[in-house]
Protein backbone atom coordinates (compact mmCIF):
# COMPACT_ATOMS: atom_id res chain seq x y z
CA UNK A 1 0.00 0.00 0.00
CA UNK A 2 1.77 3.50 -1.21
CA UNK A 3 1.54 5.67 1.86
CA UNK A 4 4.01 8.79 0.48
CA UNK A 5 1.38 11.37 0.33
CA UNK A 6 -1.44 10.47 3.13
CA UNK A 7 1.22 10.13 6.21
CA UNK A 8 0.40 13.07 8.61
CA UNK A 9 3.44 14.28 10.36
CA UNK A 10 2.51 12.94 14.30
CA UNK A 11 0.04 10.10 15.55
CA UNK A 12 -3.16 11.86 17.06
CA UNK A 13 -2.62 12.26 20.81
CA UNK A 14 -6.17 11.85 22.44
CA UNK A 15 -8.48 9.90 20.21
CA UNK A 16 -12.45 8.71 21.60
CA UNK A 17 -12.73 5.00 20.70
CA UNK A 18 -15.98 4.80 22.58
CA UNK A 19 -19.47 3.08 20.94
CA UNK A 20 -21.12 6.14 21.40
CA UNK A 21 -19.21 8.50 19.31
CA UNK A 22 -19.24 5.40 16.26
CA UNK A 23 -23.01 5.06 16.88
CA UNK A 24 -23.57 8.93 16.69
CA UNK A 25 -21.44 9.12 13.63
CA UNK A 26 -23.23 6.32 11.82
CA UNK A 27 -26.48 8.20 12.46
CA UNK A 28 -25.16 11.03 10.22
CA UNK A 29 -23.16 9.18 7.73
CA UNK A 30 -23.96 5.67 8.26
CA UNK A 31 -21.64 4.09 5.43
CA UNK A 32 -18.20 2.55 6.59
CA UNK A 33 -15.42 2.63 3.55
CA UNK A 34 -13.74 -0.69 3.28
CA UNK A 35 -10.06 0.03 1.87
CA UNK A 36 -8.06 -3.16 0.25
CA UNK A 37 -5.62 -0.70 -1.50
CA UNK A 38 -3.53 2.10 -0.65
CA UNK A 39 -4.69 4.04 -3.50
CA UNK A 40 -8.18 4.15 -2.54
CA UNK A 41 -7.48 5.72 0.68
CA UNK A 42 -7.19 9.43 -0.57
CA UNK A 43 -10.85 9.34 -2.78
CA UNK A 44 -12.02 7.55 1.31
CA UNK A 45 -9.98 10.42 3.40
CA UNK A 46 -11.90 13.17 0.91
CA UNK A 47 -15.25 11.37 1.48
CA UNK A 48 -18.09 11.97 4.50
CA UNK A 49 -17.57 9.01 5.54
CA UNK A 50 -16.40 8.54 9.82
CA UNK A 51 -15.08 5.17 9.32
CA UNK A 52 -12.72 3.40 7.76
CA UNK A 53 -12.54 -0.77 7.34
CA UNK A 54 -8.53 -1.82 6.68
CA UNK A 55 -8.63 -4.73 4.71
CA UNK A 56 -5.37 -6.88 3.83
CA UNK A 57 -2.77 -3.80 4.29
CA UNK A 58 1.01 -5.25 5.85
CA UNK A 59 1.36 -4.55 9.19
CA UNK A 60 4.48 -2.41 8.61
CA UNK A 61 1.92 -0.03 6.64
CA UNK A 62 -0.78 0.31 9.44
CA UNK A 63 0.58 3.23 11.49
CA UNK A 64 0.63 6.09 8.56
CA UNK A 65 -2.86 4.37 7.39
CA UNK A 66 -4.18 4.32 10.29
CA UNK A 67 -2.93 8.14 11.15
CA UNK A 68 -3.87 9.18 8.31
CA UNK A 69 -7.69 8.33 8.58
CA UNK A 70 -7.34 9.68 12.59
CA UNK A 71 -5.99 13.02 11.34
CA UNK A 72 -9.19 13.64 9.50
CA UNK A 73 -11.14 12.99 12.55
CA UNK A 74 -12.35 9.48 10.83
CA UNK A 75 -11.89 6.64 12.73
CA UNK A 76 -9.81 3.54 11.94
CA UNK A 77 -10.44 -0.15 12.25
CA UNK A 78 -8.23 -2.89 10.94
CA UNK A 79 -9.55 -6.50 10.40
CA UNK A 80 -6.90 -8.11 12.44
CA UNK A 81 -7.71 -11.46 10.77
CA UNK A 82 -6.34 -10.32 7.07
CA UNK A 83 -3.90 -8.60 7.73
CA UNK A 84 -0.10 -9.64 6.81
CA UNK A 85 2.68 -10.23 9.52
CA UNK A 86 -0.10 -9.48 12.20
CA UNK A 87 -0.47 -12.18 14.82
CA UNK A 88 -4.20 -12.78 14.69
CA UNK A 89 -4.01 -13.22 18.78
CA UNK A 90 -3.96 -11.05 21.98
CA UNK A 91 -0.83 -9.91 21.65
CA UNK A 92 -1.74 -8.54 17.95
CA UNK A 93 -4.80 -6.62 18.84
CA UNK A 94 -2.39 -5.31 22.10
CA UNK A 95 0.16 -4.04 19.31
CA UNK A 96 -2.75 -1.96 17.20
CA UNK A 97 -4.32 -0.85 20.33
CA UNK A 98 -0.96 0.44 21.96
CA UNK A 99 1.64 0.77 18.73
CA UNK A 100 -0.84 1.93 16.23
CA UNK A 101 -3.83 3.41 18.60
CA UNK A 102 -7.19 1.95 16.51
CA UNK A 103 -10.34 3.04 17.35
CA UNK A 104 -11.21 -0.78 16.94
CA UNK A 105 -10.69 -4.10 15.06
CA UNK A 106 -12.68 -5.90 13.04
CA UNK A 107 -12.36 -10.25 13.75
CA UNK A 108 -14.55 -13.32 12.69
CA UNK A 109 -13.12 -14.85 16.26
CA UNK A 110 -15.08 -14.73 19.23
CA UNK A 111 -11.55 -15.36 21.39
CA UNK A 112 -10.27 -11.51 19.87
CA UNK A 113 -13.21 -9.70 21.39
CA UNK A 114 -12.51 -9.80 25.08
CA UNK A 115 -8.48 -9.02 24.17
CA UNK A 116 -9.97 -5.90 22.25
CA UNK A 117 -12.39 -4.90 25.80
CA UNK A 118 -9.53 -5.29 27.82
CA UNK A 119 -7.31 -3.08 25.41
CA UNK A 120 -10.48 -0.41 25.41
CA UNK A 121 -10.74 -0.35 21.70
CA UNK A 122 -14.09 -0.90 19.63
CA UNK A 123 -14.91 -4.72 18.95
CA UNK A 124 -16.59 -5.41 15.51
CA UNK A 125 -17.24 -9.13 15.05
CA UNK A 126 -18.02 -10.33 11.75
CA UNK A 127 -21.16 -12.93 11.32
CA UNK A 128 -20.34 -14.43 8.04
CA UNK A 129 -23.22 -16.56 7.01
CA UNK A 130 -22.97 -18.74 3.71
CA UNK A 131 -26.23 -20.79 4.77
CA UNK A 132 -29.13 -21.16 7.43
CA UNK A 133 -27.51 -23.93 9.12
CA UNK A 134 -24.56 -22.00 9.98
CA UNK A 135 -27.06 -19.56 11.71
CA UNK A 136 -27.55 -20.73 14.97
CA UNK A 137 -24.19 -21.56 15.83
CA UNK A 138 -23.11 -18.42 14.87
CA UNK A 139 -25.41 -16.40 17.23
CA UNK A 140 -23.99 -18.75 20.07
CA UNK A 141 -20.63 -17.50 19.60
CA UNK A 142 -21.70 -14.20 19.16
CA UNK A 143 -23.60 -14.22 22.86
CA UNK A 144 -20.83 -15.59 24.37
CA UNK A 145 -18.36 -13.43 23.16
CA UNK A 146 -20.92 -9.89 23.16
CA UNK A 147 -19.17 -7.62 20.58
CA UNK A 148 -19.73 -3.88 20.66
CA UNK A 149 -20.80 -4.33 16.97
CA UNK A 150 -21.96 -6.83 14.59
CA UNK A 151 -21.52 -6.79 10.89
CA UNK A 152 -23.09 -9.08 8.85
CA UNK A 153 -22.18 -10.34 5.62
CA UNK A 154 -22.77 -10.78 2.81
CA UNK A 155 -25.10 -8.15 2.72
CA UNK A 156 -27.73 -9.36 0.47
CA UNK A 157 -28.72 -12.51 3.43
CA UNK A 158 -28.98 -9.61 6.11
CA UNK A 159 -32.93 -8.75 5.66
CA UNK A 160 -33.88 -12.91 5.51
CA UNK A 161 -31.98 -13.34 9.00
CA UNK A 162 -32.24 -9.91 10.85
CA UNK A 163 -35.60 -11.16 12.96
CA UNK A 164 -33.50 -14.31 14.11
CA UNK A 165 -30.20 -12.69 15.16
CA UNK A 166 -31.71 -9.48 17.23
CA UNK A 167 -34.38 -11.34 18.77
CA UNK A 168 -30.92 -12.63 20.74
CA UNK A 169 -28.67 -10.15 20.34
CA UNK A 170 -29.69 -6.89 20.91
CA UNK A 171 -26.57 -5.10 19.29
CA UNK A 172 -26.05 -2.49 16.70
CA UNK A 173 -25.20 -4.40 13.33
CA UNK A 174 -23.42 -2.76 10.00
CA UNK A 175 -24.34 -4.94 6.94
CA UNK A 176 -21.05 -5.38 4.45
CA UNK A 177 -20.30 -8.00 1.39
CA UNK A 178 -21.81 -7.31 -1.83
CA UNK A 179 -23.08 -3.85 -0.62
CA UNK A 180 -22.17 -2.17 -4.21
CA UNK A 181 -25.73 -0.49 -5.24
CA UNK A 182 -28.02 2.11 -3.48
CA UNK A 183 -30.76 -0.55 -3.64
CA UNK A 184 -28.57 -3.00 -1.04
CA UNK A 185 -27.90 -0.38 1.02
CA UNK A 186 -31.51 1.46 1.49
CA UNK A 187 -32.66 -2.63 1.75
CA UNK A 188 -30.39 -2.87 4.60
CA UNK A 189 -30.99 0.57 6.37
CA UNK A 190 -34.75 0.16 5.98
CA UNK A 191 -34.24 -3.13 8.14
CA UNK A 192 -32.93 -1.27 10.58
CA UNK A 193 -29.07 -1.30 10.31
CA UNK A 194 -26.62 1.48 12.10
CA UNK A 195 -24.84 1.49 8.65
CA UNK A 196 -23.19 -0.19 5.89
CA UNK A 197 -19.67 -1.00 4.83
CA UNK A 198 -18.41 -0.92 1.42
CA UNK A 199 -15.56 -0.62 -0.94
CA UNK A 200 -17.82 0.56 -3.43
CA UNK A 201 -16.43 4.61 -3.63
CA UNK A 202 -20.08 5.64 -5.42
CA UNK A 203 -21.66 4.81 -1.96
CA UNK A 204 -19.57 6.88 0.04
CA UNK A 205 -20.97 10.50 0.42
Not at 79 to 97: E, M, Q, S, W
Amino acid sequence: MATRAIVPPVRPRALDGSVKRLEEAFRRIPVAAVIRRGEELPRALASQVPAIFFLRAPAFHLGPLVWAVQAKHKMAFVHIDLIAGLGKDRAGVTFLAREIGVNGIITSHSGLVAAARAERVIAIQRLLLYDDMALPSALSALEHARPDIVEVLPGVIYPLVVDQIRARLPLPIIVGGFVTEPGHRDAAMGRGALAISTSTSALWP
